[in-house]
C-alpha cells in the first residue's frame, strides 16, 4: 500500500511526480479548488480549463504540464462536481475525487493531493479515497507490465491541518480501512486453482499472525469435522471437489467488549453451478464467489488493528461447488447444522446452503447481532444493477446497516422480505427446500436465511454485482475485485462501539 504523509507546505514547491488539485462545476464555468494552492497558479488553471474542456465533473481527470510555478512534473486536474448548498463537498465526492487522481496515476513513485478539506474529517475522506485509489493486483504479472501497473509508492495530502492529532487519527483510520479493502480485493482477483478452501483458510492464518494483535484467534474446521459436527450445508456442497470445505472462524475478543458481533460470510471459492451447471459464459469470473468471505475477514482484522471495544467473530463459510462424482444431486435432502433438512432443488444456490451452516454456528455461540455478507443472487443486479447492494433483515439492523454505508460512501437499499414468498420455499419431504419461485429471488434467499438466525437481531447483505466490477475502473473502485462491504461493516461496528467513523 502506499505510503501517505500529511505535509504543511505550499504544494506547488514539493518535488513529486505529479500535483493533484480540484475542479467543480460553478454558475460561471469552472472553478479550482485546493488547500492551500497559491492564488496566481489557481487564476492560471481557470483561465486554461475552458479552452482544455475541462468541466469539474465529478470523475473527470485531465493531467497537463505543471508549468514554472509548480515543482511537480506534471499537474492533475480532478473533478468534484458540484458543491452542497453549504459550499462544500460531499465526503464521497473527495474520496471519488482522489481516488481517481491516484488511479490514473499508476506506474508512477509519487504525487501530491491538495484537495479541499474544510475540516479532519473531510481529510479522512481525501486519505481513504487517495489510498484506495492506490491499488492494481499484479502478482501474476510480468516483471515489466507490473511496474506500468503499479500504483503510486508516496503520497502527500497537503492540508492546514497537518499538525492535528485529529488529522493524524483520521489518516491512520483510513490506512487500516484501505489495508483491509486491498486485501479483500487481492483473494478475490486470485485465481482459484490457488485459493481454494484449505488455501483460503491458510491465508486468513497467515493474517492473523501478521496482524500481531493480542486477543484474536483463528479455529479451522476440515471437512472432516464438519462432517462429524453435522454441517450438512458445507459438506454438501463440497463434496463434489476433491478439495474439501472449511469453516474458518477468526474471533477478536477484546476485554470489556461493549457487544459481541457476528459476521458470516459466504466462500464459494470457485462456482461451477455444480451438477446444475452454469453455462461457460456464467463461469468466468465465478472467482468472485468468495467475497463475502474475504470481506469479513479483513473487517474482523481491521477491527483489531483499530481496537474497537467491540468483540467480533468472522465465520468463513468455505467450499469449492465442483460437479464431481460425488457432487450432490437435485433432489438430495441435507441436514444443517442444528438439524434442519434442506430439500436441494437447484445445486446452483449453493451459498445459501453454507451460509445456513455458519449462521446456525453464529447463533450457538452467542451475538447480539449477526450480519452475513454473500455474492448470493442474481437477482440482486436485476433488482439493483451492478454497483448498489440489497441489505434486508431485522428491521432495525438492516436501518443501521444502511445509514452505516451512507456514512461511509457504499451503496446499499434495503429490501423487504415478504412473508408470502415464504410460501415457495416449502418442500414435500424435507423443512425447507433451497429455491422459491423464480419472481423475488433475492427476497426469497433471504427468507431462507431467516430461518437459521431463530431470533437474533440480523442482517443479510447481497453484494452480488458490487462484489466484481468486470467493465472499466471508477472513482476509486478498480477493476476486478472491489472490496465491497468491508467498509460498511466496519461503520457499522464502529457505530454500535461508540467510535467515529
Known amino acids: 500500500m502506499a505510503d501517505l504523509t500529511l505535509t504543511g507546505k505550499n504544494p506547488t514547491s514539493l518535488t513529486a511526480d505529479a500535483l493533484v488539485v480540484g475542479t467543480c ?16 497558479v489557481v487564476e492560471q488553471i481557470e483561465t486554461l480549463a475552458p479552452r482544455l474542456g475541462v468541466t469539474g465533473a465529478l470523475g473527470e481527470v485531465r493531467t ?22 453549504d459550499g462544500t463537498f460531499a465526503r464521497e465526492s473527495l474520496r471519488s475525487a482522489a481516488g481517481s487522481a491516484v488511479r490514473s496515476l499508476a506506474g508512477s513513485a509519487s504525487a501530491v493531493v491538495a484537495l479541499p478539506a474544510v475540516d479532519e474529517a473531510e481529510l479522512g475522506a481525501v486519505a481513504e479515497g487517495a489510498l484506495l485509489g492506490a491499488y492494481a493486483f499484479t502478482s501474476y504479472r510480468g516483471e515489466e507490465a507490473a511496474a506500468k501497473q503499479a500504483p503510486v509508492q508516496r503520497l502527500q ?5 497537518a499538525r492535528s492529532g485529529a488529522a493524524r487519527a483520521a489518516v491512520s483510520r483510513a490506512e487500516v480501512l484501505a489495508a483491509a479493502v486491498h486485501g479483500t480485493r487481492d483473494l478475490v482477483n486470485t485465481p482459484p486453482n490457488d485459493l481454494f478452501p ?29 462432517a462429524a459436527g453435522g454441517y450438512g450445508g458445507l459438506t454438501g456442497v463440497g463434496q463434489g471437489s476433491a478439495r474439501g470445505p472449511r469453516l474458518v472462524k477468526v474471533a477478536y475478543a477484546p476485554a470489556k467488549a461493549s457487544e459481541r458481533v457476528a459476521l458470516v ?15 461457460a459464459a456464467g463461469m468466468e469470473t465465478m472467482k468472485l464467489d468468495m467475497a463475502g468471505a474475504a470481506a469479513v475477514l479483513h473487517t474482523v482484522l481491521a477491527a483489531a488493528r483499530l481496537g474497537l471495544p467491540v468483540a467480533v467473530t468472522g465465520y468463513l463459510c468455505l467450499a469449492e461447488n465442483m460437479p464431481g462424482s460425488n457432487a450432490q444431486r437435485p433432489s438430495d435432502v441435507v441436514r444443517i447444522r442444528g438439524g434442519k433438512t434442506v430439500e436441494v432443488l437447484n445445486t446452483d444456490a449453493e451459498g445459501r446452503l453454507v451460509m445456513a451452516d455458519g449462521l446456525v454456528s453464529a447463533v450457538e455461540d452467542g451475538h447480539d447481532v449477526v450480519l452475513d455478507i454473500a455474492t448470493l443472487t442474481g437477482a440482486q443486479m436485476v433488482a439493483l444493477g451492478k454497483r448498489v447492494s440489497g441489505v ?37 419431504v424435507a423443512d425447507i427446500s433451497n429455491v422459491g419461485d423464480r419472481w423475488g429471488g433475492m427476497l426469497t434467499a433471504g427468507l431462507f436465511l431467516r430461518t437459521f438466525v431463530e431470533d437474533t437481531p440480523w442482517a443479510h447483505l447481497d453484494i452480488a454485482g458490487p ?12 477493476a476486478g475485485g472491489t472490496g465491497v462491504g468491508v467498509r460498511t461493516m466496519l461503520g457499522f461496528l464502529e457505530g454500535r462501539s461508540g467510535a467515529e467513523g
Open 25 to 40: 462545476s460553478t454558475s460561471d464555468g469552472v472553478a479550482v479548488v485546493a488547500d492551500q494552492l497559491p492564488a496566481a
Open 64 to 85: 497537463l504540464p505543471a508549468g514554472k510555478d509548480v515543482s511537480a512534473d506534471v499537474l492533475v486536474l480532478t473533478g468534484l462536481g458540484e458543491r452542497d448548498a
Open 157 to 161: 495530502l497537503a492540508t492546514s491541518f
Open 198 to 226: 484449505a488455501a483460503f483458510a491458510d491465508a486468513a492464518k497467515a493474517a492473523v499472525k501478521e496482524l500481531g494483535v493480542k486477543g484474536v484467534k483463528v479455529t479451522v474446521l476440515d471437512d472432516k469435522q464438519l
Open 265 to 279: 460470510g459466504k466462500g464459494i471459492t470457485f462456482d461451477t453451478g455444480g451438477i446444475s451447471l452454469k453455462p
Open 392 to 428: 434486508m433483515g431485522t428491521d432495525a439492523v438492516r436501518d443501521e446497516i444502511k445509514v452505516a454505508a451512507d456514512t461511509v460512501g457504499e451503496e446499499f437499499w434495503p429490501m423487504p422480505l415478504p412473508d408470502d414468498l415464504a410460501e415457495g420455499l416449502k418442500s414435500k
Open 467 to 478: 462484489a466484481f466490477n468486470e467493465k472499466g475502473p471508477f472513482g476509486y473502485t478498480p
